[in-house]
């Protein structure tokens, strides 16, 4: 399989819990993104890797957010101590040139 | 700041007739405007990109024109078909800066 695989595809959590998503990239791709989609919206920005490292965050993503990239391959995002309003669809996107190649995205409902 | 938008939420049209969808930015210079297609419950999908230094990109049915004057692009669909609905994205970046996003357009062709 050559693209872009999320996991979990859905996931039910009570407020207050943590949660972490996992997005596993296109292998030659060295850049990787995070983004959040929310209903009647485009995909916000979150956070980006170039490689390992951590390269841009937005200013959506909170304290409670955050987002590593071991070794320059899968990526995770965790959400800690989640509220109703971290309910979306968190999108993982890569890239190698210009054209973003996306994941079909975990859909986090918090209760 | 950066402002994108799509200048309809929904667009519906009768089979056959060529769709047009808007995209205007504010505040930005892109080198880069990129068109996706994105359905229900998935990520977007990749259609087409065009350069700051073109005008005009066309691949089979779709069509997109790039205006930086008027800081606008157009996307057109001919010959539109029921599996043309969907909802539309425009983003624009520079380099490998990330893809900021509209709103988006859902299209809906009437058989």
């Known amino acids: 399989d050559t693209g872009v695989s999320q996991n979990p595809r859905h996931k039910i959590t009570k407020r207050g819990q943590n949660v972490t998503f996992r997005c596993d990239p296109i292998?030659?791709?060295?850049?990787l993104y995070w983004y959040r989609q929310t209903l009647g919206q485009g995909p916000e920005f979150l956070t980006y890797?170039?490689?390992?490292?951590?390269?841009?965050k937005s200013r959506l993503l909170s304290d409670r957010f955050s987002a590593e990239r071991p070794k320059g391959s899968f990526s995770t995002l965790e959400i800690q101590r989640t509220e109703q309003g971290d309910s979306a669809m968190y999108l993982c996107a890569s890239r190698e040139g210009a054209e973003a190649f996306f994941g079909q995205g975990t859909r986090l409902t918090v209760v | 700041s950066q402002k994108i938008e799509q200048n309809s939420e929904a667009l519906n049209i009768q089979e056959g007739k060529t769709a047009t969808l808007t995209c205007n930015y504010t505040?930005?210079?892109?080198?880069?405007l990129q068109w996706y297609r994105q359905d229900p419950g998935r990520g977007p999908v990749f259609l087409l990109l065009?350069?700051?230094?073109?005008k005009e990109k066309r691949k089979e049915r779709l069509k997109v024109t790039f205006d930086t004057t008027l800081k606008q692009s157009l996307f057109h669909i001919t010959a539109s078909q029921p599996a043309d609905s969907a909802t539309y994205l425009c983003a624009l970046h520079s380099g490998n800066t990330p893809l900021v996003f509209g709103k988006g357009t859902r299209l809906s062709v009437i058989a």
């Open positions: 292998s030659e791709h060295n850049r």
């Open positions: 065009i350069r700051e230094n073109e």
């Open positions: 505040n930005y210079s892109p080198a880069y």
């Open positions: 890797f170039q490689n390992e490292a951590q390269l841009e």
